[in-house]
């Protein structure tokens, strides 16, 4: 391919990329400041010189009883809630049963904690699997239709990052010596 041509499919796709990147950048970096500095590395941070009160030799009552007692709170509070998955959390102050719902013909509802030993509500949102932050840094937001523009931005920059790559071997002077050879 011709270095002219190179250069103006580089810019033609560069621009509308560099939209793409310009938000992808943004999120992700929102991203990463929400997993570094969020309530939830805080308290992996917290908990990860503690070590767990449950083995795998434990009577089988310790994990059924809490969550006997947090499907009976939810049979009571919520009538016959479709349940899509329960999460038991021993390595905390104060251990949890999550149970997350899901609605007739699919899709998350609701996710209830309740105390481990109490069964009481401690809880109730919406529920999603991915946060909303993740979901719009992904595209995921939008849709299927958002999937398929993130994989499409995806590819332009890459396109965008191999035809700079090309031209700029191409431009570079063959006889520069030292820092001259990669700077130029």
Not at 152 to 171: E, K, P
């Amino acid at each position: 391919m011709q270095p002219r041509t190179l250069r103006r499919y580089h810019r033609w796709v560069g621009w509308p990329a560099a939209l793409f990147l310009l938000w992808a950048g943004a999120t992700g970096t929102l991203v990463a400041g929400t997993e570094f500095f969020g309530p939830d590395e805080a308290e992996r941070e917290r908990l990860r010189e503690m070590t767990s009160p449950v083995t795998a030799a434990a009577d089988e009552s310790v994990w059924s009883e809490p969550m006997q007692r947090a499907f009976a709170t939810l049979k009571r509070e919520h009538g016959a809630a479709l349940i899509d998955r329960v999460e038991l959390k021993w390595k905390a102050d104060a251990p949890t049963v999550t149970v997350h719902t899901g609605r007739p013909g699919g899709g998350e509802d609701k996710r209830y904690v309740f105390a481990a030993d109490t069964g009481a509500l401690l809880e109730e949102s919406d529920d999603h699997d991915k946060p909303l932050l993740y979901r719009l840094h992904s595209g995921e937001a939008f849709g299927d239709g958002g999937l398929v523009l993130a994989m499409g931005w995806g590819l332009a920059l890459v396109f965008v990052t191999l035809t700079g790559v090309l031209i700029y071997l191409q431009m570079r002077r063959r006889d520069a010596r030292g820092w001259q050879r990669f700077f130029w």
